[in-house]
Protein backbone atom coordinates (compact mmCIF):
# COMPACT_ATOMS: atom_id res chain seq x y z
CA UNK A 1 0.00 0.00 0.00
CA UNK A 2 1.65 3.61 -1.11
CA UNK A 3 1.18 6.48 1.24
CA UNK A 4 -1.22 8.14 -1.28
CA UNK A 5 -3.36 5.32 -1.16
CA UNK A 6 -3.85 5.31 2.73
CA UNK A 7 -4.39 8.82 2.20
CA UNK A 8 -8.27 9.99 3.70
CA UNK A 9 -9.80 12.25 5.63
CA UNK A 10 -12.76 10.99 6.90
CA UNK A 11 -12.73 7.77 8.69
CA UNK A 12 -14.84 5.04 8.58
CA UNK A 13 -15.31 4.56 12.64
CA UNK A 14 -13.80 6.04 15.24
CA UNK A 15 -11.94 2.73 17.00
CA UNK A 16 -10.44 -0.51 15.28
CA UNK A 17 -9.79 -2.88 18.37
CA UNK A 18 -7.61 -6.51 17.07
CA UNK A 19 -8.01 -9.18 18.93
CA UNK A 20 -10.97 -10.71 20.81
CA UNK A 21 -9.18 -12.30 24.16
CA UNK A 22 -10.11 -10.09 27.91
CA UNK A 23 -8.99 -6.83 25.99
CA UNK A 24 -10.50 -6.76 22.80
CA UNK A 25 -13.95 -7.81 24.23
CA UNK A 26 -13.84 -4.80 26.85
CA UNK A 27 -12.61 -2.23 24.86
CA UNK A 28 -15.26 -2.58 22.26
CA UNK A 29 -18.05 -2.19 25.54
CA UNK A 30 -16.13 0.55 26.72
CA UNK A 31 -16.34 2.25 22.71
CA UNK A 32 -19.56 1.28 23.25
CA UNK A 33 -20.31 2.79 25.88
CA UNK A 34 -18.31 5.93 25.10
CA UNK A 35 -20.83 6.22 22.14
CA UNK A 36 -17.71 5.61 19.75
CA UNK A 37 -18.42 3.85 16.25
CA UNK A 38 -15.75 0.29 16.61
CA UNK A 39 -15.00 -2.22 14.11
CA UNK A 40 -13.37 -5.62 15.70
CA UNK A 41 -10.88 -8.01 13.85
CA UNK A 42 -9.86 -11.52 15.62
CA UNK A 43 -7.71 -14.13 13.53
CA UNK A 44 -9.86 -17.07 15.08
CA UNK A 45 -13.12 -17.94 14.88
CA UNK A 46 -14.80 -16.90 18.28
CA UNK A 47 -13.77 -14.84 20.89
CA UNK A 48 -11.17 -16.02 23.84
CA UNK A 49 -7.95 -14.88 22.61
CA UNK A 50 -5.46 -17.14 24.76
CA UNK A 51 -8.28 -18.90 25.72
CA UNK A 52 -9.23 -19.54 22.11
CA UNK A 53 -5.83 -21.00 20.74
CA UNK A 54 -4.48 -23.04 23.89
CA UNK A 55 -6.68 -25.78 24.13
CA UNK A 56 -4.27 -28.51 25.20
CA UNK A 57 -5.16 -31.06 27.60
CA UNK A 58 -4.66 -29.88 31.39
CA UNK A 59 -4.80 -26.07 30.61
CA UNK A 60 -5.98 -23.70 32.96
CA UNK A 61 -5.73 -20.60 34.44
CA UNK A 62 -2.88 -20.69 37.69
CA UNK A 63 -4.30 -17.02 38.83
CA UNK A 64 -7.44 -18.15 40.57
CA UNK A 65 -10.62 -17.56 38.44
CA UNK A 66 -12.27 -15.32 41.24
CA UNK A 67 -9.84 -13.05 40.52
CA UNK A 68 -8.59 -13.49 37.03
CA UNK A 69 -12.35 -11.86 35.41
CA UNK A 70 -13.89 -9.07 35.01
CA UNK A 71 -14.96 -6.43 37.39
CA UNK A 72 -16.41 -3.40 35.61
CA UNK A 73 -20.42 -5.51 35.46
CA UNK A 74 -21.48 -6.00 38.62
CA UNK A 75 -24.06 -7.88 37.16
CA UNK A 76 -21.87 -10.42 35.38
CA UNK A 77 -19.65 -10.90 38.61
CA UNK A 78 -23.11 -11.77 40.26
CA UNK A 79 -24.07 -14.14 37.29
CA UNK A 80 -20.90 -15.96 36.72
CA UNK A 81 -19.77 -19.28 38.72
CA UNK A 82 -16.52 -20.54 38.41
CA UNK A 83 -16.43 -24.69 39.06
CA UNK A 84 -12.83 -24.22 40.60
CA UNK A 85 -10.63 -22.34 41.94
CA UNK A 86 -8.42 -22.24 38.76
CA UNK A 87 -10.70 -22.73 35.72
CA UNK A 88 -9.93 -24.89 32.63
CA UNK A 89 -9.47 -24.01 29.04
CA UNK A 90 -13.29 -24.12 28.14
CA UNK A 91 -14.87 -22.49 30.67
CA UNK A 92 -12.53 -19.48 30.54
CA UNK A 93 -13.06 -19.74 27.27
CA UNK A 94 -17.07 -19.54 27.49
CA UNK A 95 -16.91 -17.20 30.22
CA UNK A 96 -15.60 -14.64 28.00
CA UNK A 97 -17.92 -15.79 24.96
CA UNK A 98 -20.51 -15.10 28.13
CA UNK A 99 -19.22 -11.80 28.25
CA UNK A 100 -19.33 -10.64 24.92
CA UNK A 101 -22.39 -11.19 24.67
CA UNK A 102 -23.42 -10.14 27.52
CA UNK A 103 -22.03 -6.74 26.54
CA UNK A 104 -23.21 -7.34 22.61
CA UNK A 105 -20.05 -6.66 21.03
CA UNK A 106 -19.66 -10.12 18.94
CA UNK A 107 -21.61 -8.55 16.17
CA UNK A 108 -18.88 -5.96 15.84
CA UNK A 109 -16.03 -8.19 15.61
CA UNK A 110 -15.25 -9.88 12.26
CA UNK A 111 -14.04 -13.18 12.51
CA UNK A 112 -11.51 -15.57 11.09
CA UNK A 113 -10.01 -12.00 9.66
CA UNK A 114 -6.00 -10.98 10.36
CA UNK A 115 -5.33 -7.58 10.49
CA UNK A 116 -2.11 -7.19 7.90
CA UNK A 117 -0.79 -3.50 8.51
CA UNK A 118 -1.49 -0.21 9.72
CA UNK A 119 -0.75 2.80 8.16
CA UNK A 120 -0.74 5.95 9.79
CA UNK A 121 -1.74 9.25 7.49
CA UNK A 122 -0.14 12.13 9.31
CA UNK A 123 -1.89 14.85 6.78
CA UNK A 124 -5.61 13.41 8.47
CA UNK A 125 -4.45 11.83 11.49
CA UNK A 126 -5.80 8.51 10.56
CA UNK A 127 -5.05 5.09 10.77
CA UNK A 128 -5.56 2.92 7.80
CA UNK A 129 -6.00 -1.06 8.96
CA UNK A 130 -5.49 -3.59 6.37
CA UNK A 131 -6.92 -6.94 6.64
CA UNK A 132 -6.90 -10.60 5.42
CA UNK A 133 -10.41 -10.38 4.21
CA UNK A 134 -9.48 -7.37 1.66
CA UNK A 135 -10.78 -4.38 3.59
CA UNK A 136 -9.25 -1.40 4.53
CA UNK A 137 -10.89 0.39 7.12
CA UNK A 138 -9.95 4.04 7.93
CA UNK A 139 -10.31 5.07 11.96
CA UNK A 140 -9.22 7.49 14.60
CA UNK A 141 -7.72 5.20 17.27
CA UNK A 142 -6.07 1.68 16.82
CA UNK A 143 -6.10 -0.51 19.40
CA UNK A 144 -3.97 -3.45 18.69
CA UNK A 145 -5.33 -5.92 21.82
CA UNK A 146 -3.38 -8.52 19.91
CA UNK A 147 -1.64 -10.21 23.47
CA UNK A 148 1.80 -10.72 24.85
CA UNK A 149 1.88 -14.80 23.92
CA UNK A 150 -0.58 -15.18 20.72
CA UNK A 151 2.56 -15.49 18.60
CA UNK A 152 3.65 -19.08 18.80
CA UNK A 153 7.63 -19.95 18.50
CA UNK A 154 8.71 -21.52 15.01
CA UNK A 155 10.48 -24.78 16.53
CA UNK A 156 14.00 -24.05 15.82
CA UNK A 157 14.81 -27.67 15.15
CA UNK A 158 16.32 -29.40 12.33
CA UNK A 159 14.42 -31.22 10.56
CA UNK A 160 10.86 -30.49 11.70
CA UNK A 161 9.23 -30.75 8.61
CA UNK A 162 10.19 -34.50 7.95
CA UNK A 163 8.48 -35.65 10.65
CA UNK A 164 6.05 -38.43 9.34
CA UNK A 165 3.49 -38.54 12.48
CA UNK A 166 1.09 -36.24 13.82
CA UNK A 167 2.90 -32.79 15.53
CA UNK A 168 0.55 -30.79 17.80
CA UNK A 169 1.35 -26.87 18.89
CA UNK A 170 0.32 -26.14 22.57
CA UNK A 171 -0.47 -23.30 21.72
CA UNK A 172 -2.69 -24.02 18.94
CA UNK A 173 -4.15 -27.27 19.86
CA UNK A 174 -7.07 -28.48 17.52
CA UNK A 175 -10.24 -27.48 19.13
CA UNK A 176 -12.39 -30.85 16.80
CA UNK A 177 -10.52 -33.58 19.04
CA UNK A 178 -8.74 -34.88 16.10
CA UNK A 179 -5.51 -34.70 18.09
CA UNK A 180 -5.59 -38.54 19.06
CA UNK A 181 -3.30 -39.82 21.79
CA UNK A 182 -4.45 -42.15 22.87
CA UNK A 183 -2.14 -45.60 23.15
CA UNK A 184 0.42 -43.72 21.00
CA UNK A 185 4.08 -42.86 21.33
CA UNK A 186 4.16 -39.29 22.30
CA UNK A 187 7.13 -37.36 22.48
CA UNK A 188 6.50 -33.91 24.11
CA UNK A 189 9.19 -30.77 23.56
CA UNK A 190 9.36 -27.96 26.31
CA UNK A 191 8.74 -27.62 30.01
CA UNK A 192 7.17 -24.48 30.48
CA UNK A 193 4.17 -23.36 31.98
CA UNK A 194 2.09 -25.48 28.60
CA UNK A 195 4.36 -28.28 28.83
CA UNK A 196 3.78 -29.34 32.84
CA UNK A 197 0.46 -28.69 32.20
CA UNK A 198 0.20 -30.92 29.18
CA UNK A 199 2.32 -34.03 30.39
CA UNK A 200 0.90 -35.30 33.21
CA UNK A 201 -2.50 -35.25 31.09
CA UNK A 202 -1.24 -36.54 27.97
CA UNK A 203 0.35 -39.59 30.09
CA UNK A 204 -3.18 -40.57 31.58
CA UNK A 205 -3.76 -41.74 28.25
CA UNK A 206 -0.45 -42.23 25.63
CA UNK A 207 1.05 -45.81 25.72
CA UNK A 208 4.58 -44.06 26.50
CA UNK A 209 5.62 -40.35 26.92
CA UNK A 210 9.37 -38.61 26.10
CA UNK A 211 9.72 -35.59 27.69
CA UNK A 212 12.48 -33.39 26.19
CA UNK A 213 13.31 -31.08 28.55
CA UNK A 214 15.69 -28.73 27.89
CA UNK A 215 15.78 -26.47 31.17
CA UNK A 216 14.22 -27.48 34.13
CA UNK A 217 11.52 -25.05 35.85
CA UNK A 218 10.45 -24.93 39.40
CA UNK A 219 6.99 -26.27 40.30
CA UNK A 220 4.92 -25.60 43.09
CA UNK A 221 1.95 -26.56 44.20
CA UNK A 222 -1.71 -25.25 42.61
CA UNK A 223 -4.35 -23.14 43.89
CA UNK A 224 -7.05 -25.50 42.12
CA UNK A 225 -9.83 -27.14 43.78
CA UNK A 226 -13.33 -25.85 45.43
CA UNK A 227 -12.93 -22.21 45.81
CA UNK A 228 -13.59 -20.57 49.59
CA UNK A 229 -17.31 -19.44 49.12
CA UNK A 230 -16.93 -16.49 52.03
CA UNK A 231 -14.25 -15.14 49.92
CA UNK A 232 -16.08 -15.27 46.80
CA UNK A 233 -19.02 -13.45 48.67
CA UNK A 234 -16.90 -10.81 49.45
CA UNK A 235 -15.64 -9.87 46.12
CA UNK A 236 -19.01 -10.22 44.63
CA UNK A 237 -20.65 -7.80 47.29
CA UNK A 238 -19.11 -4.76 45.91
CA UNK A 239 -17.67 -5.51 42.72
CA UNK A 240 -15.83 -1.54 41.88
CA UNK A 241 -14.36 -1.80 45.43
CA UNK A 242 -13.38 -5.04 44.69
CA UNK A 243 -12.02 -3.65 41.55
CA UNK A 244 -10.17 -0.64 43.34
CA UNK A 245 -8.76 -3.04 45.83
CA UNK A 246 -7.28 -5.58 43.25
CA UNK A 247 -5.61 -2.09 41.70
CA UNK A 248 -4.01 -1.17 44.89
CA UNK A 249 -2.14 -4.67 44.70
CA UNK A 250 1.21 -5.60 43.95
CA UNK A 251 0.13 -8.33 41.49
CA UNK A 252 -3.33 -6.63 40.28
CA UNK A 253 -5.11 -9.43 42.45
CA UNK A 254 -7.12 -9.52 45.83
CA UNK A 255 -4.67 -8.90 48.41
CA UNK A 256 -2.99 -11.93 49.78
CA UNK A 257 -1.40 -12.63 52.76
CA UNK A 258 1.61 -11.76 52.62
CA UNK A 259 4.75 -13.20 55.70
CA UNK A 260 4.56 -11.15 58.15
CA UNK A 261 8.36 -11.88 58.97
CA UNK A 262 11.44 -10.59 57.59
CA UNK A 263 14.06 -13.24 56.29
CA UNK A 264 16.57 -10.89 57.10
CA UNK A 265 15.52 -10.85 60.68
CA UNK A 266 14.78 -14.75 61.54
CA UNK A 267 17.17 -17.76 62.57
CA UNK A 268 17.35 -20.74 60.46
CA UNK A 269 14.55 -22.32 62.24
CA UNK A 270 12.13 -19.56 61.59
CA UNK A 271 13.02 -19.54 58.10
CA UNK A 272 11.98 -23.28 57.87
CA UNK A 273 8.84 -22.14 59.48
CA UNK A 274 7.78 -19.09 57.87
CA UNK A 275 8.78 -21.57 54.20
CA UNK A 276 6.35 -24.65 55.20
CA UNK A 277 3.91 -22.06 56.54
CA UNK A 278 3.98 -20.44 52.68
CA UNK A 279 3.66 -23.51 51.25
CA UNK A 280 1.12 -25.16 52.84
CA UNK A 281 -1.01 -22.07 51.83
CA UNK A 282 0.26 -22.29 47.85
CA UNK A 283 2.16 -18.73 48.29
CA UNK A 284 5.81 -19.55 48.30
CA UNK A 285 6.75 -16.48 46.72
CA UNK A 286 5.14 -14.38 49.57
CA UNK A 287 7.00 -16.43 52.60
CA UNK A 288 9.03 -13.20 53.72
CA UNK A 289 8.07 -9.80 54.04
CA UNK A 290 11.27 -8.91 51.98
CA UNK A 291 11.38 -11.78 49.35
CA UNK A 292 12.61 -10.16 47.05
CA UNK A 293 16.24 -10.14 49.06
CA UNK A 294 18.57 -12.36 46.64
CA UNK A 295 19.46 -14.50 49.59
CA UNK A 296 15.71 -14.83 51.11
CA UNK A 297 15.47 -16.13 47.50
CA UNK A 298 17.83 -18.40 47.66
CA UNK A 299 16.26 -19.96 50.41
CA UNK A 300 12.43 -20.14 48.44
CA UNK A 301 14.62 -21.60 45.88
CA UNK A 302 16.32 -24.17 47.60
CA UNK A 303 13.25 -25.19 50.11
CA UNK A 304 11.20 -25.72 46.42
CA UNK A 305 14.08 -27.66 44.50
CA UNK A 306 13.72 -30.08 48.02
CA UNK A 307 10.54 -29.96 47.89
CA UNK A 308 9.92 -31.03 43.94
CA UNK A 309 12.96 -33.85 44.44
CA UNK A 310 10.56 -35.62 47.31
CA UNK A 311 8.01 -36.19 44.88
CA UNK A 312 9.82 -38.17 42.44
CA UNK A 313 11.00 -41.79 43.01
CA UNK A 314 13.85 -42.22 40.50
CA UNK A 315 17.19 -39.98 42.09
CA UNK A 316 18.14 -39.46 38.43
CA UNK A 317 15.05 -38.23 37.23
CA UNK A 318 14.37 -36.09 40.71
CA UNK A 319 17.92 -34.55 40.40
CA UNK A 320 17.21 -33.72 36.14
CA UNK A 321 14.02 -32.40 37.35
CA UNK A 322 14.82 -30.05 39.65
CA UNK A 323 16.28 -26.35 38.05
CA UNK A 324 19.66 -25.49 39.11
CA UNK A 325 20.77 -22.98 36.85
CA UNK A 326 17.79 -19.93 37.70
CA UNK A 327 16.85 -18.56 40.64
CA UNK A 328 13.11 -19.08 41.43
CA UNK A 329 11.10 -16.37 40.09
CA UNK A 330 13.86 -15.89 37.06
CA UNK A 331 11.83 -18.17 34.73
CA UNK A 332 7.86 -18.49 35.28
CA UNK A 333 7.19 -20.44 37.56
CA UNK A 334 4.83 -23.55 36.57
CA UNK A 335 2.06 -25.11 38.87
CA UNK A 336 1.05 -28.42 39.38
CA UNK A 337 0.27 -31.30 42.01
CA UNK A 338 0.66 -34.01 38.99
CA UNK A 339 3.26 -33.12 36.93
CA UNK A 340 6.15 -34.22 39.19
CA UNK A 341 4.49 -37.64 40.47
CA UNK A 342 3.77 -38.05 36.86
CA UNK A 343 7.47 -39.15 35.94
CA UNK A 344 7.28 -41.88 38.63
CA UNK A 345 5.14 -43.75 36.28
CA UNK A 346 6.79 -46.55 33.84
CA UNK A 347 5.87 -45.02 30.94
CA UNK A 348 6.54 -41.54 31.26
CA UNK A 349 10.66 -40.74 30.40
CA UNK A 350 12.73 -38.21 31.11
CA UNK A 351 14.89 -37.09 28.08
CA UNK A 352 17.43 -34.37 29.72
CA UNK A 353 18.66 -32.43 26.94
CA UNK A 354 21.13 -30.39 28.85
CA UNK A 355 23.26 -34.82 28.42
CA UNK A 356 21.79 -35.58 25.06
CA UNK A 357 20.68 -32.50 23.25
CA UNK A 358 18.18 -33.21 19.97
CA UNK A 359 20.29 -33.44 16.51
CA UNK A 360 17.37 -33.39 14.63
CA UNK A 361 13.50 -34.48 14.17
CA UNK A 362 13.64 -37.55 11.53
CA UNK A 363 10.43 -39.26 9.95
CA UNK A 364 10.05 -42.11 12.48
CA UNK A 365 10.63 -39.69 16.09
CA UNK A 366 13.58 -37.40 17.67
CA UNK A 367 17.33 -37.88 16.90
CA UNK A 368 19.65 -37.18 20.46
CA UNK A 369 22.87 -36.99 20.56
CA UNK A 370 22.45 -40.84 22.46
CA UNK A 371 19.62 -42.26 20.40
CA UNK A 372 16.78 -42.02 18.02
CA UNK A 373 13.41 -42.03 19.70
CA UNK A 374 10.85 -43.61 17.37
CA UNK A 375 7.42 -41.38 17.93
CA UNK A 376 3.78 -41.88 16.11
CA UNK A 377 3.29 -38.01 17.92
CA UNK A 378 5.13 -34.89 18.65
CA UNK A 379 3.77 -31.93 20.93
CA UNK A 380 5.35 -29.30 20.75
CA UNK A 381 4.99 -27.48 23.94
CA UNK A 382 7.78 -24.42 22.82
CA UNK A 383 6.21 -21.21 24.11
CA UNK A 384 5.70 -17.98 21.66
CA UNK A 385 7.53 -15.06 20.02
CA UNK A 386 6.26 -13.15 23.30
CA UNK A 387 5.21 -9.56 23.25
CA UNK A 388 7.05 -8.45 19.65
CA UNK A 389 6.23 -11.43 18.05
CA UNK A 390 2.47 -10.22 17.20
CA UNK A 391 2.79 -6.76 16.73
CA UNK A 392 5.50 -7.38 14.17
CA UNK A 393 3.53 -9.76 12.64
CA UNK A 394 1.33 -6.77 11.59
CA UNK A 395 3.11 -4.16 9.06
CA UNK A 396 2.95 -0.99 11.03
CA UNK A 397 3.92 2.69 9.83
CA UNK A 398 3.97 6.02 11.80
CA UNK A 399 4.80 9.45 11.55
CA UNK A 400 7.29 9.98 8.77
CA UNK A 401 6.53 6.13 7.66
CA UNK A 402 8.36 4.87 10.47
CA UNK A 403 7.96 1.53 11.01
CA UNK A 404 7.24 0.03 14.18
CA UNK A 405 10.18 -2.96 13.04
CA UNK A 406 12.67 -0.32 12.88
CA UNK A 407 11.61 1.82 16.22
CA UNK A 408 11.88 -1.71 18.18
CA UNK A 409 15.03 -3.35 15.99
CA UNK A 410 17.18 -3.08 19.53
CA UNK A 411 13.55 -4.28 21.56
CA UNK A 412 10.49 -2.75 22.41
CA UNK A 413 10.27 0.87 23.53
CA UNK A 414 7.64 2.78 24.80
CA UNK A 415 6.05 4.80 27.55
CA UNK A 416 3.49 3.58 30.22
CA UNK A 417 3.48 0.29 28.64
CA UNK A 418 0.91 0.98 25.71
CA UNK A 419 1.99 4.05 23.24
CA UNK A 420 4.91 4.36 21.16
CA UNK A 421 6.59 7.60 19.99
CA UNK A 422 5.68 8.24 16.64
CA UNK A 423 2.36 6.73 16.60
CA UNK A 424 -0.23 8.57 17.35
CA UNK A 425 -3.00 6.98 18.77
CA UNK A 426 -2.04 3.51 18.06
CA UNK A 427 -2.76 1.45 21.67
CA UNK A 428 -0.45 -1.29 22.66
CA UNK A 429 -2.39 -3.25 25.69
CA UNK A 430 -1.04 -5.92 27.44
CA UNK A 431 2.42 -5.38 25.75
CA UNK A 432 6.04 -4.11 26.80
CA UNK A 433 6.78 -2.85 29.98
CA UNK A 434 3.62 -3.10 31.65
CA UNK A 435 3.15 -5.40 34.63
CA UNK A 436 1.94 -7.93 32.16
CA UNK A 437 2.21 -11.56 32.58
CA UNK A 438 4.10 -10.26 36.70
CA UNK A 439 0.20 -9.33 37.26
CA UNK A 440 -2.80 -10.39 37.03
CA UNK A 441 -3.63 -10.02 33.14
CA UNK A 442 -7.28 -9.59 33.68
CA UNK A 443 -7.02 -7.03 35.50
CA UNK A 444 -4.54 -5.31 33.55
CA UNK A 445 -6.67 -6.06 30.44
CA UNK A 446 -9.05 -3.76 31.95
CA UNK A 447 -6.84 -1.12 33.37
CA UNK A 448 -5.17 -0.31 30.28
CA UNK A 449 -8.17 -0.58 28.80
CA UNK A 450 -10.00 2.36 31.19
CA UNK A 451 -6.58 4.05 30.39
CA UNK A 452 -6.87 4.44 27.06
CA UNK A 453 -10.61 5.16 26.70
CA UNK A 454 -9.82 7.91 29.92
CA UNK A 455 -7.13 9.38 27.50
CA UNK A 456 -9.69 9.54 24.35
CA UNK A 457 -12.19 11.06 26.71
CA UNK A 458 -9.82 13.58 27.60
CA UNK A 459 -8.69 14.39 24.36
CA UNK A 460 -12.71 14.64 23.05
CA UNK A 461 -12.70 17.16 26.13
CA UNK A 462 -10.28 19.26 25.27
CA UNK A 463 -10.52 19.33 21.40
CA UNK A 464 -7.22 17.93 21.27
CA UNK A 465 -7.41 14.48 18.89
CA UNK A 466 -4.26 12.99 19.13
CA UNK A 467 -1.69 12.11 21.12
CA UNK A 468 1.86 10.23 21.41
CA UNK A 469 4.87 10.19 24.25
CA UNK A 470 7.68 12.16 24.05
CA UNK A 471 11.18 10.71 23.57
CA UNK A 472 12.36 11.23 26.99
CA UNK A 473 9.31 9.69 28.52
CA UNK A 474 10.56 6.40 26.67
CA UNK A 475 13.81 6.71 27.82
CA UNK A 476 12.97 7.25 31.01
CA UNK A 477 10.11 4.46 31.12
CA UNK A 478 13.00 1.74 29.29
CA UNK A 479 15.31 2.89 32.54
CA UNK A 480 12.82 2.87 34.93
CA UNK A 481 11.70 -1.11 33.62
CA UNK A 482 15.38 -1.66 34.02
CA UNK A 483 15.84 -0.33 37.50
CA UNK A 484 13.03 -2.42 38.81
CA UNK A 485 14.50 -5.87 37.06
CA UNK A 486 17.77 -5.06 38.11
CA UNK A 487 16.14 -5.91 41.86
CA UNK A 488 13.99 -8.77 40.85
CA UNK A 489 16.35 -12.09 41.28
CA UNK A 490 17.05 -13.74 38.26
CA UNK A 491 15.70 -11.06 36.11
CA UNK A 492 18.55 -10.27 34.12
CA UNK A 493 20.40 -13.04 34.20
CA UNK A 494 17.71 -16.41 33.40
CA UNK A 495 17.46 -16.91 29.69
CA UNK A 496 13.76 -16.34 29.79
CA UNK A 497 11.24 -15.29 27.08
CA UNK A 498 10.62 -12.28 29.34
CA UNK A 499 13.57 -10.63 28.32
CA UNK A 500 13.28 -12.42 24.81
CA UNK A 501 16.50 -14.88 25.01
CA UNK A 502 13.81 -17.86 23.91
CA UNK A 503 14.37 -16.33 20.41
CA UNK A 504 17.30 -17.16 18.51
CA UNK A 505 18.46 -13.26 17.75
CA UNK A 506 15.89 -11.31 19.41
CA UNK A 507 17.27 -8.13 21.25
CA UNK A 508 17.50 -9.36 25.30
CA UNK A 509 15.48 -6.45 26.79
CA UNK A 510 13.69 -7.25 30.36
CA UNK A 511 10.10 -6.73 28.84
CA UNK A 512 7.83 -6.69 32.08
CA UNK A 513 7.12 -3.95 34.46
CA UNK A 514 8.35 -5.18 38.10
CA UNK A 515 7.63 -2.17 39.61
CA UNK A 516 3.87 -3.40 40.86
CA UNK A 517 0.26 -2.87 39.74
CA UNK A 518 -0.04 -0.56 42.17
CA UNK A 519 2.45 2.38 41.26
CA UNK A 520 2.00 1.30 37.61
CA UNK A 521 -1.58 2.58 37.60
CA UNK A 522 -0.91 5.44 39.92
CA UNK A 523 1.85 6.76 37.51
CA UNK A 524 -0.77 6.32 34.22
CA UNK A 525 -3.41 8.46 36.40
CA UNK A 526 -0.94 10.72 37.39
CA UNK A 527 -0.19 11.67 33.79
CA UNK A 528 -3.94 12.09 33.13
CA UNK A 529 -4.13 14.38 36.00
CA UNK A 530 -1.69 16.47 34.68
CA UNK A 531 -2.64 16.19 31.62
CA UNK A 532 -0.27 14.27 29.56
CA UNK A 533 2.96 16.02 30.47
CA UNK A 534 4.53 13.04 28.97
CA UNK A 535 3.36 12.96 25.99
CA UNK A 536 2.98 15.28 22.93
CA UNK A 537 -0.79 16.47 22.66
CA UNK A 538 -1.13 17.04 18.84
CA UNK A 539 -3.81 19.25 16.59
CA UNK A 540 -5.41 22.41 17.77
CA UNK A 541 -8.21 22.77 20.66
P1 LIG B 1 -4.96 -12.56 24.02
O1 LIG B 1 -5.84 -13.35 24.88
O2 LIG B 1 -3.66 -13.14 23.62
O3 LIG B 1 -5.80 -12.18 22.71
C1 LIG B 1 -5.20 -11.62 21.60
C2 LIG B 1 -6.02 -11.98 20.38
O4 LIG B 1 -5.53 -11.20 19.29
C3 LIG B 1 -5.88 -13.43 19.96
O5 LIG B 1 -7.13 -14.03 19.91
C4 LIG B 1 -5.25 -13.39 18.57
O6 LIG B 1 -5.80 -14.34 17.70
C5 LIG B 1 -5.62 -11.97 18.12
N1 LIG B 1 -4.67 -11.44 17.16
C6 LIG B 1 -3.33 -11.30 17.29
N2 LIG B 1 -2.80 -10.74 16.18
C7 LIG B 1 -3.84 -10.52 15.33
C8 LIG B 1 -3.94 -9.96 14.03
N3 LIG B 1 -2.85 -9.49 13.39
N4 LIG B 1 -5.16 -9.90 13.46
C9 LIG B 1 -6.28 -10.36 14.10
N5 LIG B 1 -6.23 -10.89 15.34
C10 LIG B 1 -5.03 -10.97 15.95
N6 LIG B 1 -2.42 -14.67 32.60
C11 LIG B 1 -2.85 -14.55 33.86
O7 LIG B 1 -2.92 -13.43 34.38
N7 LIG B 1 -3.22 -15.64 34.57
C12 LIG B 1 -3.18 -16.89 34.06
O8 LIG B 1 -3.48 -17.85 34.76
C13 LIG B 1 -2.73 -17.04 32.72
N8 LIG B 1 -2.69 -18.26 32.14
C14 LIG B 1 -2.25 -18.36 30.84
C15 LIG B 1 -2.23 -19.62 30.25
C16 LIG B 1 -1.76 -19.77 28.96
C17 LIG B 1 -1.79 -21.12 28.31
C18 LIG B 1 -1.24 -18.65 28.27
C19 LIG B 1 -0.66 -18.82 26.89
C20 LIG B 1 -1.28 -17.40 28.85
C21 LIG B 1 -1.80 -17.25 30.12
N9 LIG B 1 -1.89 -16.00 30.72
C22 LIG B 1 -2.34 -15.88 32.02
C23 LIG B 1 -1.59 -14.79 29.95
C24 LIG B 1 -2.80 -14.46 29.01
O9 LIG B 1 -2.28 -14.32 27.73
C25 LIG B 1 -3.52 -13.22 29.51
O10 LIG B 1 -4.01 -13.45 30.81
C26 LIG B 1 -4.75 -12.77 28.72
O11 LIG B 1 -5.53 -13.84 28.30
C27 LIG B 1 -4.34 -11.87 27.58
O12 LIG B 1 -5.51 -11.30 27.03
P2 LIG B 1 -5.37 -10.31 25.79
O13 LIG B 1 -6.74 -9.95 25.37
O14 LIG B 1 -4.45 -9.22 26.12
O15 LIG B 1 -4.62 -11.15 24.65
P1 LIG C 1 7.75 -21.29 27.68
O1 LIG C 1 7.57 -20.97 29.10
O2 LIG C 1 8.52 -20.36 26.84
O3 LIG C 1 8.35 -22.74 27.61
C1 LIG C 1 8.82 -23.27 26.39
C2 LIG C 1 9.56 -24.55 26.68
O4 LIG C 1 10.01 -25.09 25.44
C3 LIG C 1 10.80 -24.35 27.53
O5 LIG C 1 10.95 -25.46 28.36
C4 LIG C 1 11.91 -24.29 26.50
O6 LIG C 1 13.18 -24.63 26.99
C5 LIG C 1 11.41 -25.32 25.52
N1 LIG C 1 11.97 -25.17 24.19
C6 LIG C 1 11.77 -24.15 23.32
N2 LIG C 1 12.47 -24.38 22.18
C7 LIG C 1 13.10 -25.56 22.35
C8 LIG C 1 13.98 -26.33 21.54
N3 LIG C 1 14.34 -25.92 20.32
N4 LIG C 1 14.46 -27.48 22.03
C9 LIG C 1 14.10 -27.90 23.26
N5 LIG C 1 13.29 -27.23 24.07
C10 LIG C 1 12.79 -26.06 23.62
O7 LIG C 1 6.32 -21.46 26.94
P2 LIG C 1 4.94 -21.93 27.56
O8 LIG C 1 5.13 -23.11 28.41
O9 LIG C 1 3.97 -22.02 26.44
O10 LIG C 1 4.52 -20.72 28.50
C11 LIG C 1 4.60 -19.38 28.03
C12 LIG C 1 3.91 -18.48 29.01
O11 LIG C 1 2.48 -18.62 28.91
C13 LIG C 1 4.18 -18.78 30.47
O12 LIG C 1 5.41 -18.27 30.89
C14 LIG C 1 3.00 -18.13 31.14
O13 LIG C 1 3.16 -16.74 31.22
C15 LIG C 1 1.88 -18.46 30.17
N6 LIG C 1 1.23 -19.73 30.56
C16 LIG C 1 0.57 -19.76 31.76
C17 LIG C 1 -0.04 -20.92 32.15
C18 LIG C 1 -0.77 -20.96 33.46
O14 LIG C 1 -0.77 -21.92 34.14
N7 LIG C 1 -1.39 -19.92 33.85
C19 LIG C 1 0.00 -22.06 31.36
C20 LIG C 1 0.69 -22.00 30.16
C21 LIG C 1 1.30 -20.81 29.76
P3 LIG C 1 14.17 -23.48 27.58
O15 LIG C 1 13.54 -23.06 28.87
O16 LIG C 1 15.46 -24.15 27.71
O17 LIG C 1 14.17 -22.38 26.55
Known amino acids: MSADETRTTQPDCDVVVVGAGFAGIYALWRARQRGLRARGFERASDVGGTWFWNAYPGA ?37 RFVAERCDVVKDITFDTKVLSARYDETAGLWSIRTSGGETVVCRYAILAIGALSDPKAPDIEGVNEFAGEAYYTSSWPKDGSAVLHGKRVGVIGTGSSGVQAIPEI ?33 RKDPQATRRAFRDTYGGHIPLDMGSERFSELDDSGRERALLKAWAGNYIALAFRDAYLPEANAAISEFIRQRMGEQVTDLWTAEHLVPWDHPYGGKRPCQSDVYLQAFNQPHVHLIALTETPIERIVPGGITTTA ?23 IDILGMKGQSMKDTWADGPVNYLGT ?38 EWLDQHGRPRLHPRPESQRHWREETLRYAERRPGALTTKSWYSGANIPGKPRVFMVYCGGFQRYNETCYAELERGFPGYEVMGSP
Open 203 to 235: AKIASEVFVFQRTANYVTPTRAGPMDPKLVAAL
Open 371 to 393: ETIPLDVIVYATGFDAISGPVFA
Open 419 to 456: MVQGFPNLFLPSSAMSPSVLSNMATLAEQQIDFIFDTI
Open 60 to 96: RCDVESYNYAYFFDPEIVREWDWSDACAAQDEIQRYL
